[in-house]
């Protein structure tokens, strides 16, 4: 249970709105004051740990460090399975939509899917303007394992963190990447 600091106090200023109805103005004031138990962090041996910006690179290298361990039974980095999931769980997707659905650039992508082309687990085919990228047998029978491998870091980080925690987590963090876009 984590200790309670000393409550913040928010004062909302006062709003005033104006209704004219049939020549009777009416006023209304509203303020209000929120009390707000935070809870107190816990102790930190930097003076960024309040920092989103320090704080999420942080938890960044942390995350990719235990799925690259994780991955590693399949015989790839977290990034190259997440592209392989992906292209497995559609044949034919374009590099925009995988993009989009990995939250990468275009760019990183691309060089992604070179690399899985080079180690036979991708292929495109081009079709004038379009590139559809597919799996090729090798990478389809991959896909069991990376997604067991998946599961396994699921696990190993809601063992840390707790389910609920994790997921909720990884809930906010979503919702603060697509308000920061």
Known sequence: MPKRCAFFLYLINPIIFESNQKKNTI??????????????????DSKYCSCLYYSANALSRIMTKMADETFAVTGLSSSYAFLLMTVNDKPGIQPNEI???MQLTPSTITRLIEKMETR?????????????????????????????????????????????KGDELAALIHDATRKLE
């Open 120 to 164: 036979g687990l991708l292929y495109r085919e081009h079709s004038g303007r379009i590139t559809e990228v597919y799996p090729t047998q090798s990478s389809l029978d991959l896909d069991y394992k990376i997604k067991e491998a998946w599961k396994n870091l699921y696990q190993k980080y809601s063992n840390i963190l707790g389910k609920e």
């Open 99 to 101: 993009s989009t659905i």
């Open 27 to 44: 006023l209304f004031v509203c303020t209000s004051i929120i009390y707000t138990f935070v809870p107190e962090m816990e102790k930190c």
